[in-house]
């Protein structure tokens, strides 16, 4: 079974990321457990749009301090960068 919508979670807009649509990649929180080309198909289904590469990086959980001496973590997750093909856009606002 394949649900493209359990595998891209939500787009990452941030300061660097809205910098890399004009080399046409765009950031994506995905599924720990998908893969390249699970993105990539997943992608291409909901948004419509041809992908060319995909890159993923797994973000690791980061320890934080909570009030004075409570020490906790940030969640980690996984993150696919992915470049489109000439021409083609996403509209994510």
Do not use: W
């Not at 046409?24 to 060319?52: P, R, T, W």
Request: aromatic share 12%; proline share 4%; hydrophobic share 35%.
């Amino acid at each position: 079974m394949f649900d493209p919508y359990k595998i891209i979670k939500h787009p990452i807009i941030t300061e660097k990321s809205t910098l890399l649509e004009k080399e046409n990649k765009y950031v994506f929180c995905v599924d720990s457990k998908a893969n390249k080309n699970q993105i990539k198909k997943a992608i291409e289904e909901i948004y419509k749009v041809k992908v060319e590469k995909v890159f993923v990086i797994n973000v690791p959980p980061k320890k934080r301090r909570y009030r004075f001496f409570i020490e906790g973590y940030k969640s980690g997750f996984k993150k696919a960068i992915v470049k489109l093909k000439e021409g083609e856009k996403i509209a994510i606002t």
